[in-house]
């Protein structure tokens, strides 16, 4: 089984691209800082994880993520290679992402983004959890929803 679950800050905006063809996919990039929970001497304390999601989840990724938000994420780790322009083969590890939520709630990732160096700007994401325990949609969001 290889399933990876994930939370982290979010280390810069993801980057999206799309591909080529009659029907482009988004596909966004981003790294996220995973704190580690025991660390030697001298070691880093956190791990960055590069992070590869596509198609509407790009498109989520690209609207509502900023750097230093802390975000939760699910998926598979996929290993490749390739050799670059140096003729070196270069070894690649990334997540696959399957699954990804916000694990803050929009004032306290606000706080975040600005220690981390990231924009206090934030777009409409989706607030803390009310009182019942259901989440508030952000506005403009009602469109976007199939079951509306």
């Known amino acids: 089984m290889n399933k990876v679950i994930l939370m982290g800050r979010l280390t ?7 591909s080529q063809g009659e029907k482009p996919v988004a596909v966004a990039r981003y790294t996220l800082a995973v ?7 001298g070691e880093a ?3 960055f994880i590069n992070c590869v999601t596509f198609g509407r989840s790009a498109e989520f990724a690209e ?14 780790i996929q290993t490749g290679s390739y050799t670059n322009r140096d003729g070196v083969k270069v070894y690649t590890t990334e997540v696959i992402v399957e699954e990804q939520e916000f694990a803050e709630s929009k004032s306290a990732s606000a706080q975040s983004a600005a220690s981390y160096g990231g924009r206090t700007e934030t777009a409409a994401a989706p607030s803390a959890p009310a009182g019942d325990g259901f989440m508030n949609i952000p506005d403009g969001l009602d469109e976007e929803l199939p079951f509306s």
């Open 63 to 76: 609207k509502y993520f900023r750097q230093g938000i802390r975000i939760v994420v699910s998926g598979r």
């Open 12 to 18: 810069r905006d993801p980057e999206v691209r799309y």
């Open 35 to 41: 704190n580690r929970t025991f660390k030697r001497q």
């Open 45 to 47: 304390d956190a791990d």
